[in-house]
């Protein structure tokens, strides 16, 4: 099977994931504020937990990308949200609904497309894609990954308007588990036997390099993205189709967007396109809780989520590009470790501060955040990073 065929298959398996993520996106906040009766805070630590353990399951399948195989890896991932959603199906109890979240990854830490839920499975994937690419066209399967996933996620979203309570979790397991078929017929790359199972030095510094910046990243995603939709329920009162709708077309101008990765990365790099994009979305969710506007505030939360991740698929390549071949999977396992342990804390203070009804802290703390992060990458990382070269692989 060739490499074009493969990526087909896992991006068909991806799609099915992000179908249910979007779903879940807008029926799991709405299940816990409003039909369950918890308050933001509640919300926040399910959140919280979530993040948490989907960093913890991010890390070992990042692990065993490397060393079992990332088609094996790719199927005892898939399980987890199919499994984490028939959870939250079959009880409403707080305890099963905090089970069924950590299981599931319903962290809401990032876009549908870039993981909102079973993120877990992101780092093999990636790792995956990695491997079926080259350095040249990589950014563009990437984003072209990411802008179809976005589209799918925004019409998990649009779902959203007519699926509520625990059936949107009953159909989001039923989406995201036909989507693990997909996987056996793939033969995806391995590491070659006689390449030794170490972390060089070279790896290990570019690993940390992005680890800290994932982890500064992941801190300013946890102020916000989990309470974007639970803010306009809490501020503006917006009942679940209409901000299902909005979702939706958040997510499709996020994908739209998402096809100028390759055009940023060979323009002016993914330093610079990082900076650019989240710099003026940093700037306009400052004015989110200032603006009591609901036409203006709609159209903020319209823009910000699609400027911060249109330059994700060029931040991807960087990655895989930068570190040894074997150490793909750890390497993006680690960054997803970083990113979602510097959310946890975030989203706890921010359901603290929504509890206690200073809505706007979380907003000016978020702009502060993104300002620390992007003078770290142009500490790191400059406007050009050096790419190593490609290496040959085996395949399983």
């Known amino acids: 099977m060739n490499?074009?065929?493969?990526?087909?298959?896992?991006?068909?398996?991806?799609?099915?994931?992000?179908?249910?993520a979007g779903l879940i996106?807008?029926?799991?906040?709405?299940?816990?504020?409003?039909?369950?009766?918890y308050n933001a805070f509640t919300l926040g630590v399910l959140y919280a937990a979530a993040t948490v353990a989907t960093a913890v399951f991010a890390l070992l399948f990042g692990y065993l990308a490397d060393v079992w195989g990332r088609k094996s890896t790719l199927l005892v991932a898939g399980i987890l949200l199919p499994a984490g959603a028939l959870l939250a199906f079959w009880s409403g109890r707080l305890a099963v609904i905090f089970a069924a979240a950590m299981l599931g990854g319903f962290s809401a830490t990032g876009a549908r497309a870039s993981g909102g839920a079973g993120g877990a499975g992101q780092p093999p994937q990636?790792?995956?894609?990695?491997?079926?690419?080259?350095?040249?066209?990589r950014t563009r399967y990437f984003s072209l990954f990411t802008f179809l996933s976005g589209l799918f996620g925004a019409g998990g979203m649009l779902l959203g308007r007519v699926l509520g309570g625990r059936d949107a979790f009953l159909a989001a397991a039923v989406v995201s588990a036909a989507g693990i078929p997909f996987i056996f017929p793939m033969m995806l790359p391995r590491r070659r036997r006689d390449e030794p199972l170490r972390v060089r030095v070279q790896s290990r510094k570019v690993i940390g390099k992005f680890s800290l910046t994932g982890a500064v990243n992941g801190f300013s995603q946890g102020l916000i993205i989990p309470?974007?939709?639970?803010?306009?329920?809490?501020?503006?009162?917006?009942?679940?189709?209409?901000?299902a709708t909005y979702g939706f077309i958040a997510e499709?101008?996020?994908?739209?967007?998402?096809?100028?990765s390759p055009w940023i990365e060979h323009k002016i790099g993914f330093v610079l396109g990082v900076a650019f994009t989240r710099g003026i979305g940093a700037v306009l969710l400052v004015l989110l809780p200032l603006v009591r506007n609901l036409p203006l505030a709609l159209a903020i939360y319209l823009l910000t989520p699609a400027l911060r991740v249109v330059a994700v698929p060029a931040q991807q390549t960087a990655l895989t590009a930068m570190v040894h071949e074997g150490e793909t999977g750890r390497a993006l396992g680690v960054n997803q470790v970083a990113r979602l342990s510097g959310s946890a804390g975030a989203i706890l203070f921010t359901g603290y501060a929504f509890g206690v009804e200073d809505i706007a802290l979380p907003f000016y703390a978020y702009?502060?955040?993104?300002?620390?992060?992007?003078?770290?990458?142009f500490r790191f990382f400059g406007t050009r990073p050096e790419l190593r070269p490609e290496e040959p692989t085996d395949r399983a």
Do not use: C, G, K, W
Request: overall charge positive; hydrophobic content about 60%.
């Open 252 to 260: 499709i101008l996020s994908s739209v967007l998402l096809l100028f």
């Open 25 to 37: 996106s807008v029926a799991f906040p709405y299940y816990i504020l409003t039909e369950l009766h």
């Open 367 to 377: 702009a502060a955040v993104i300002a620390f992060s992007l003078t770290l990458y």
């Open 3 to 20: 490499n074009a065929a493969q990526l087909r298959l896992l991006l068909l398996f991806r799609l099915t994931r992000t179908l249910a």
């Open 126 to 137: 990636n790792a995956a894609i990695a491997d079926l690419t080259t350095t040249e066209n």
């Open 227 to 243: 309470f974007l939709i639970p803010f306009f329920v809490i501020i503006y009162h917006v009942p679940r189709p209409r901000m």
